[in-house]
C-alpha cells in the first residue's frame, strides 16, 4: 500500500507575504479623540450644607439684635447631657448657640462684636445676654461649673464694644447692677444740697445728659476695681 504525504509548508514561491506599505498599519499608535465628561451639578448634599450654614449665619445676626454681651466658652469637652443641662439652667434672657467660628465671624464682620476675633479657635459655644444686668446673667454659668465640676472657662466677650479676655471676667462678674447705680447716684445728688438744686433746676435736657455721665463714670469706676 502506498500512503502519500503532504506537507503543509507551502512552496517558497507560494508563501504569502505579511509586509504592508500602508503607514496606517505600520505605527503601533491608535488614533486619539477628545475625552468627554458629563457636566457637573452641585450635589444635594453641599447644597444642603450651605442652606445650613446660611441659616446658623442668620440665626447668630438675629441673637445680635439687643444684645448687650456677647461671650465665647469653650465648648470641647461637654457631654450632650452637660450642655443640655447648661441651657436650662440660663434665664429666659440669655441664649447658648454652637456656631463654627467661620460661620459667626461672617456674621460680625464689619459690626463692633468683630472685637471677638482673638475668641476665634478651637471650638465654640456663644452666649447672647439681652439684659443689662450681666452680673446676673454670666453667674448661672459660674454655678453650672462649681456643680458640674466644668473646667471650661470663658474665651473672651465684647461689652459695649470692648474686649475682654478670660482674665477680665471679675470687672463683668462684679459689675453693679442698675438699681445699684441708681441708688448711688441718688445718694451722691443728696449729700451735697446745693448740687442737688442746681442740677434740678437745670434744664430737663441737660439734667439727663448729667445723669447719664454720671452713671458712666461709676460703671466705669466700677469695672476698675
Given at each position: 500500500?502506498?500512503?502519500?504525504?503532504?506537507?503543509?509548508?507551502?512552496?517558497?514561491?507560494?508563501?504569502?507575504s505579511?509586509?504592508?506599505?500602508?503607514?496606517?498599519?505600520?505605527s503601533s499608535?491608535?488614533?486619539?479623540f477628545?475625552?468627554?465628561k458629563p457636566?457637573?451639578y452641585?450635589?444635594?448634599?453641599?447644597?444642603?450644607?450651605r442652606?445650613?450654614?446660611e441659616?446658623?449665619?442668620?440665626?447668630?445676626?438675629?441673637?445680635?439684635?439687643?444684645?448687650?454681651?456677647?461671650?465665647?466658652?469653650?465648648?470641647?469637652?461637654?457631654?450632650?447631657k452637660?450642655?443640655?443641662?447648661?441651657?436650662?439652667?440660663?434665664?429666659?434672657?440669655?441664649?447658648?448657640?454652637?456656631?463654627?467660628?467661620?460661620?459667626?465671624?461672617?456674621?460680625?464682620?464689619?459690626?463692633?462684636?468683630?472685637?471677638?476675633?482673638?475668641?476665634?479657635?478651637?471650638?465654640?459655644?456663644w452666649?447672647?445676654?439681652?439684659?443689662?444686668?450681666?452680673?446676673?446673667?454670666l453667674?448661672?454659668?459660674r454655678?453650672?461649673?462649681?456643680?458640674?465640676?466644668?473646667?471650661?472657662e470663658?474665651?473672651?466677650?465684647?461689652?459695649e464694644?470692648?474686649?475682654?479676655?478670660?482674665?477680665?471676667?471679675?470687672?463683668?462678674?462684679?459689675?453693679?447692677?442698675?438699681?445699684?447705680?441708681?441708688?448711688k447716684?441718688?445718694?451722691?445728688?443728696?449729700?451735697?444740697?446745693?448740687?442737688?438744686?442746681?442740677t434740678?433746676?437745670?434744664?430737663?435736657?441737660?439734667?439727663?445728659?448729667?445723669?447719664?455721665?454720671?452713671?458712666?463714670?461709676?460703671?466705669e469706676?466700677?469695672?476698675?476695681?
Amino acid at each position: 500500500m502506498e500512503i502519500a504525504l503532504f506537507s503543509s509548508r507551502a512552496p517558497p514561491s507560494q508563501t504569502l507575504s505579511l509586509k504592508t506599505t500602508t503607514p496606517f498599519l505600520r505605527s503601533s499608535k491608535l488614533p486619539t479623540f477628545p475625552s468627554f465628561k458629563p457636566p457637573s451639578y452641585p450635589s444635594i448634599r453641599a447644597a444642603i450644607s450651605r442652606t445650613k450654614k446660611e441659616e446658623t449665619v442668620e440665626t447668630v445676626k438675629t441673637q445680635l439684635e439687643n444684645c448687650y454681651l456677647l461671650a465665647a466658652v469653650e465648648y470641647k469637652g461637654f457631654t450632650v447631657k452637660q450642655f443640655q443641662d447648661l441651657r436650662r439652667s440660663l434665664p429666659e434672657s440669655s441664649k447658648l448657640v454652637v456656631a463654627k467660628n467661620t460661620l459667626v465671624l461672617k456674621a460680625i464682620e464689619g459690626s463692633p462684636w468683630e472685637a471677638l476675633k482673638p475668641c476665634m479657635k478651637g471650638m465654640n459655644a456663644w452666649l447672647f445676654v439681652h439684659t443689662e444686668e450681666i452680673p446676673d446673667a454670666l453667674k448661672p454659668y459660674r454655678t453650672f461649673q462649681k456643680e458640674m465640676k466644668v473646667e471650661n472657662e470663658f474665651r473672651g466677650a465684647v461689652f459695649e464694644g470692648k474686649f475682654y479676655g478670660p482674665g477680665d471676667f471679675k470687672q463683668l462678674e462684679n459689675m453693679p447692677t442698675r438699681a445699684e447705680i441708681y441708688a448711688k447716684l441718688l445718694g451722691s445728688l443728696q449729700s451735697p444740697a446745693i448740687g442737688l438744686v442746681g442740677t434740678l433746676e437745670a434744664p430737663a435736657r441737660d439734667v439727663v445728659m448729667v445723669l447719664k455721665a454720671y452713671v458712666k463714670k461709676l460703671e466705669e469706676e466700677s469695672a476698675g476695681n
